[in-house]
């Protein structure tokens, strides 16, 4: 299956497709996912976004997202969002503009953060602009 024809940043059901597909269908996806536990760890990463960041899975994965492998998104607008919604018990689905500055120049995105009470997961989704 060919998700990147089927799935967008954009989709109202992202997260449920997230919660169940396989590394191959992230891997398929034209944009980046990071999935992290409750505890920030990321969990999940896909090609697109090790490719986009330059940033192997081994490098990232098992790593805290917020003070390891990106703390340019330990902030207000973003770490914190997923701290208060954890908090609050609430589901989280924001899009906000970005601009990315680890290890690379700055890079213009969306971002997409996604969080529902009782998942696992969390995940952070990342659209760069052309």
């Given at each position: ?32 996912v990071?999935?992290?536990?409750d ?41 914190q ?50």
């Amino acid at each position: 299956m060919n998700t990147e024809h089927h799935v967008s940043f954009a989709d109202a059901a992202i997260f449920d497709f997230l919660e169940r597909a396989d590394d191959a269908e992230l891997d398929g996806l034209d944009f980046g996912v990071i999935g992290m536990d409750d505890a920030s760890h990321v969990t999940r990463y896909n090609r697109f976004e090790s490719i986009a960041a330059g940033l192997s899975p081994d490098r990232v994965l098992g790593h805290a997202l917020f003070t390891v492998v990106a703390p340019c998104m330990n902030n207000f607008m973003i770490a914190q969002r997923f701290e208060d919604a954890q908090q609050d018990g609430s589901a989280l689905d924001d899009t906000i503009d970005y601009v990315l500055t680890l290890r690379m120049r700055p890079v213009k995105v969306k971002l997409r953060l996604l969080a529902r009470p009782g998942s696992a997961l969390r995940y952070v989704l990342v659209h760069r602009q052309t």
